[in-house]
Protein backbone atom coordinates (compact mmCIF):
# COMPACT_ATOMS: atom_id res chain seq x y z
CA UNK A 1 0.00 0.00 0.00
CA UNK A 2 1.45 2.96 -0.92
CA UNK A 3 1.57 6.18 1.26
CA UNK A 4 0.29 9.13 -0.40
CA UNK A 5 0.40 12.06 2.53
CA UNK A 6 3.12 14.88 1.64
CA UNK A 7 5.96 15.62 4.24
CA UNK A 8 5.30 19.17 5.85
CA UNK A 9 7.90 21.85 5.22
CA UNK A 10 10.57 22.19 7.92
CA UNK A 11 9.15 25.01 9.74
CA UNK A 12 5.77 23.29 9.95
CA UNK A 13 7.26 19.99 11.83
CA UNK A 14 8.97 22.01 13.71
CA UNK A 15 5.62 23.90 14.71
CA UNK A 16 3.88 20.81 14.80
CA UNK A 17 5.86 18.32 16.73
CA UNK A 18 7.83 20.63 18.90
CA UNK A 19 6.05 23.01 21.04
CA UNK A 20 8.54 25.95 21.65
CA UNK A 21 8.00 29.75 21.77
CA UNK A 22 10.54 31.41 19.64
CA UNK A 23 12.40 33.99 21.14
CA UNK A 24 10.97 37.51 20.77
CA UNK A 25 13.66 39.93 18.57
CA UNK A 26 14.06 42.03 21.53
CA UNK A 27 15.53 38.87 23.37
CA UNK A 28 17.68 38.00 20.41
CA UNK A 29 18.89 41.51 20.43
CA UNK A 30 19.93 41.44 23.75
CA UNK A 31 22.15 38.18 23.09
CA UNK A 32 23.11 39.71 20.54
CA UNK A 33 24.29 43.05 22.70
CA UNK A 34 25.80 40.79 25.55
CA UNK A 35 27.74 38.51 22.95
CA UNK A 36 28.79 40.77 21.11
CA UNK A 37 29.50 43.90 22.81
CA UNK A 38 29.69 43.55 26.31
CA UNK A 39 31.12 40.18 26.20
CA UNK A 40 33.35 39.68 23.47
CA UNK A 41 35.57 42.95 24.18
CA UNK A 42 35.96 41.63 27.66
CA UNK A 43 37.27 38.46 26.44
CA UNK A 44 38.89 40.06 23.58
CA UNK A 45 40.87 42.33 25.49
CA UNK A 46 42.14 39.48 27.71
CA UNK A 47 43.07 36.94 25.49
CA UNK A 48 44.92 40.06 23.43
CA UNK A 49 47.07 40.84 25.96
CA UNK A 50 47.90 37.23 26.32
CA UNK A 51 48.21 36.56 22.92
CA UNK A 52 50.38 40.56 22.34
CA UNK A 53 52.60 39.16 25.32
CA UNK A 54 53.26 35.77 23.75
CA UNK A 55 54.08 37.33 20.36
CA UNK A 56 56.31 39.55 22.26
CA UNK A 57 58.56 36.29 23.67
CA UNK A 58 58.22 33.96 20.88
CA UNK A 59 58.75 36.64 17.87
CA UNK A 60 59.68 40.27 19.51
CA UNK A 61 60.75 41.51 15.90
CA UNK A 62 57.72 40.30 14.16
CA UNK A 63 55.86 41.96 17.17
CA UNK A 64 57.18 45.70 16.80
CA UNK A 65 57.02 45.42 13.18
CA UNK A 66 53.54 44.53 13.03
CA UNK A 67 52.24 46.25 15.80
CA UNK A 68 55.29 49.01 16.60
CA UNK A 69 55.61 52.53 17.72
CA UNK A 70 55.10 53.73 14.29
CA UNK A 71 51.91 52.40 14.14
CA UNK A 72 49.74 48.92 13.18
CA UNK A 73 51.19 48.04 9.78
CA UNK A 74 49.22 45.61 7.03
CA UNK A 75 50.44 42.43 8.47
CA UNK A 76 49.26 43.74 11.86
CA UNK A 77 45.74 44.81 11.03
CA UNK A 78 45.97 41.04 9.43
CA UNK A 79 47.07 39.00 12.20
CA UNK A 80 44.12 40.75 14.70
CA UNK A 81 41.52 39.97 12.07
CA UNK A 82 42.75 36.44 11.62
CA UNK A 83 42.64 36.52 15.83
CA UNK A 84 38.97 38.26 15.79
CA UNK A 85 37.53 35.23 13.49
CA UNK A 86 39.24 32.88 15.37
CA UNK A 87 38.26 34.54 18.82
CA UNK A 88 34.34 35.05 17.58
CA UNK A 89 34.16 31.33 15.89
CA UNK A 90 35.85 30.07 19.14
CA UNK A 91 32.93 31.97 21.75
CA UNK A 92 30.33 31.09 19.83
CA UNK A 93 31.14 27.08 18.92
CA UNK A 94 32.33 26.30 22.55
CA UNK A 95 29.25 28.42 24.25
CA UNK A 96 26.99 27.08 22.51
CA UNK A 97 28.01 23.63 22.56
CA UNK A 98 29.38 23.42 26.00
CA UNK A 99 26.75 25.00 27.66
CA UNK A 100 23.89 23.24 25.76
CA UNK A 101 22.36 25.87 23.08
CA UNK A 102 22.94 28.62 25.80
CA UNK A 103 25.95 31.28 25.14
CA UNK A 104 26.01 34.20 28.22
CA UNK A 105 23.84 36.43 26.44
CA UNK A 106 20.87 33.48 26.00
CA UNK A 107 21.43 32.42 29.59
CA UNK A 108 20.85 36.41 30.44
CA UNK A 109 17.84 36.68 28.52
CA UNK A 110 16.62 33.38 29.09
CA UNK A 111 16.73 31.72 25.82
CA UNK A 112 18.46 28.78 23.98
CA UNK A 113 19.55 27.59 20.75
CA UNK A 114 18.22 24.17 19.64
CA UNK A 115 17.92 22.14 16.24
CA UNK A 116 14.43 22.58 14.67
CA UNK A 117 13.73 18.97 15.44
CA UNK A 118 13.16 19.95 19.40
CA UNK A 119 17.08 18.25 19.58
CA UNK A 120 20.43 19.45 21.21
CA UNK A 121 22.82 21.02 18.93
CA UNK A 122 25.00 19.04 17.57
CA UNK A 123 29.35 19.94 17.01
CA UNK A 124 28.41 20.35 13.73
CA UNK A 125 25.45 22.76 14.17
CA UNK A 126 27.03 25.37 16.36
CA UNK A 127 30.56 25.06 13.85
CA UNK A 128 28.04 25.86 10.98
CA UNK A 129 26.21 28.47 12.93
CA UNK A 130 29.11 30.42 14.14
CA UNK A 131 30.43 30.29 10.49
CA UNK A 132 26.98 31.95 9.16
CA UNK A 133 27.43 34.35 11.25
CA UNK A 134 30.54 35.47 9.50
CA UNK A 135 28.84 36.16 6.39
CA UNK A 136 29.02 39.71 5.83
CA UNK A 137 25.37 41.52 6.66
CA UNK A 138 24.56 38.25 8.31
CA UNK A 139 23.22 40.36 11.62
CA UNK A 140 20.99 42.57 9.50
CA UNK A 141 18.65 39.16 8.39
CA UNK A 142 17.19 39.35 12.12
CA UNK A 143 15.76 42.39 11.32
CA UNK A 144 13.32 40.87 8.73
CA UNK A 145 9.94 38.82 9.17
CA UNK A 146 11.88 35.11 8.95
CA UNK A 147 14.19 33.86 11.40
CA UNK A 148 18.11 35.49 11.05
CA UNK A 149 20.45 33.41 8.27
CA UNK A 150 22.78 31.52 10.84
CA UNK A 151 19.30 30.24 12.02
CA UNK A 152 17.58 29.33 8.75
CA UNK A 153 20.73 27.84 6.95
CA UNK A 154 21.47 25.40 10.05
CA UNK A 155 18.13 24.76 10.60
CA UNK A 156 18.00 25.70 14.37
CA UNK A 157 16.27 27.67 16.53
CA UNK A 158 16.57 30.39 19.80
CA UNK A 159 13.54 29.47 21.91
CA UNK A 160 12.29 30.60 25.02
CA UNK A 161 13.55 28.76 27.59
CA UNK A 162 12.47 29.85 30.53
Known amino acids: MEDNTTQPASE ?10 EATKGQRFVNWLIDNVLIQMLITFVTGELFANFLLDIAPEFAYEA ?11 LVSYLFGI ?6 YSICEKAFKGYTIGKLLSGTRAIREDGQELTF ?4 LRSLSRMVPFEVFSALGD ?6 SWTKTRVIKAR
Open 146 to 151: GAPWHD
Open 124 to 127: KDVI
Open 12 to 21: DLFNEHVRFE
Open 86 to 91: FHYLFY
Open 67 to 77: FGEDGQSFTGY
